[in-house]
């Protein structure tokens, strides 16, 4: 029997429905309590029902939901400052959205090239096996064809090239070459990641071909990998970067990031959003990033991801299932030798939430508040669950 006959079935789901969280624990309907390292994919990243968010969320629901961008919207204006006080960025266009960020950043990238009279370079090189969205531009710069089949014609414009290998990135720029696009870290493709001069890289390549550099830090972001954006451990920062998951808590919101002058091509009415960085969001995403930015809290998830990742490498050392662990802050990842999708299933009816990636890789993003005592438990069912499998 069909359980959900008025929905689309664009989604495979678990026979599960959360109806409560606290900080790493959700309940269901029947009353059973989970661990949730999986943060809705890298979205509750201060847990559920943080007392910050849901106070942000109380105080600005009785004030004011949403006006629209025809005014200022100061609470918009605050998170603008508050972000681009963490990283390179000078100004910040709000959208709802990871792929409507990536598609601002992909439509700022081309209207730089036409701002400089340069129109004939729109081509964005993009890595295999990342992920930057399921708009029609966001899925064709995201090279993998689960993603892209059936939707044919693709946008015009995108290169693939193999993550991890700035020789191959170098190899693809011409004439028409706009911008490089990838992630700090992939992470849908399984928490893949770079060698530690990749990024730095691309940052010389794109400066010595006058290139732009795209950051999507739409799940690496927001203090996720221990720092506040992932790309601060690599030195090189990009001319654009995009967020959005984790920034707001849930409250739906997406935000591209960039300097005033590249900002400057996208002048009045060259793009938009009607609820973009609405006065809701925009609250919702400052209480977000001042508990990030909280004394000691990245340096938390530094050594709590150190935690995890021990944890998962001893596991990884006595399973024979387990080809690797990885992990950067707490983003982590077991990579299995055989199918992924069978342990997490049995992980989830054993109260653990956890990923299946490109198959074989299980990937965990708890959220960044969870504690010592709940990733020995995770571990512990992700142990006992494989040595029952292998
Ligand atoms: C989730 C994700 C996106 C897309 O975000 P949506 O909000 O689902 O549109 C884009 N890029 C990366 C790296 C992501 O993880």
């Known amino acids: 029997m069909n359980k959900m006959p008025h929905v689309v079935p664009s989604y495979s789901r678990f026979p599960v429905a959360f109806v409560r969280g606290e900080g790493t624990t959700l309940w269901d309907d029947q009353g059973v309590a989970y661990l949730d390292f999986l943060s809705g994919i890298g979205v509750n990243n201060l847990g559920h029902c943080h007392p910050k968010v849901v106070a942000a969320i109380r105080q600005q629901a009785e004030r004011l939901l949403h006006t629209c961008n025809l005014y200022r919207i100061p609470l918009q204006e605050e998170l603008a400052a508050a972000l681009t006080g963490t ?13 409507e960020a990536n598609e601002a950043a992909i439509k700022l990238a081309r209207k730089t090239m036409y701002e400089r009279k340069q129109s004939h370079r729109y081509e964005i090189i993009t890595a295999h096996d990342g ?15 689960k993603v892209q089949r059936g939707y044919a014609p693709l946008l015009e414009g ?12 170098e190899h693809a720029i ?6 490089i696009m990838v992630e700090p870290i ?14 730095a890289a691309l ?10 550099l795209i950051f999507d830090e739409i799940q690496t972001g927001m203090g996720r990998t221990g720092r506040f954006w992932c790309h601060q451990y690599s030195g090189a920062q990009p001319d654009i970067m995009t967020s959005a998951k984790a920034l707001a808590s849930g409250v739906p919101i997406g935000a591209c990031l960039t300097t005033a002058r590249i900002a400057s091509s996208f002048s009045p009415g060259s793009h938009g959003s009607t609820f973009g960085g609405n006065p809701l969001a925009s609250a919702v995403g400052l209480a977000t990033v001042a508990a990030i930015n909280e004394e000691g809290f990245l340096s938390s998830v530094v050594e709590k991801g150190n ?12 399973r024979k299932g387990v080809t690797e662990a990885r992990g950067c802050g707490l983003m982590a990842a077991v ?5 992924a999708e069978e342990a997490v299933s049995i992980c989830l009816s054993r109260g653990l939430l956890v990923s299946c990636q490109q198959g074989t890789v299980i990937r965990m993003l708890p959220p960044l508040i969870v504690t010592k005592e709940e990733m020995d438990r995770a571990l512990a069912i992700l142990d006992g669950v494989l040595n029952d499998l292998f």
């Open 87 to 99: 990283c390179f960025a000078e100004q910040v266009f709000f959208c709802n959205s990871g792929a």
């Open 203 to 212: 940052r010389d390549l794109a400066d010595r071909h006058d290139l732009l």
């Open 186 to 199: 992939q992470g849908e493709a399984g928490v893949i990641i770079p060698d530690p001069g990749y990024l």
């Open 174 to 179: 011409g004439e028409h070459t706009a911008a």
């Open 158 to 169: 995108f290169k693939y090239v193999p993550y991890n290998n700035p020789q191959a990135v």
């Open 131 to 145: 992920f930057h969205g399921r708009t029609l531009a966001t899925l064709t710069a995201t090279a993998q064809d």
């Open 307 to 318: 935690y995890l990742l021990a944890g998962l490498k001893k596991i990884a050392a006595n």
């Open 335 to 339: 990579q299995l030798n055989s199918p």
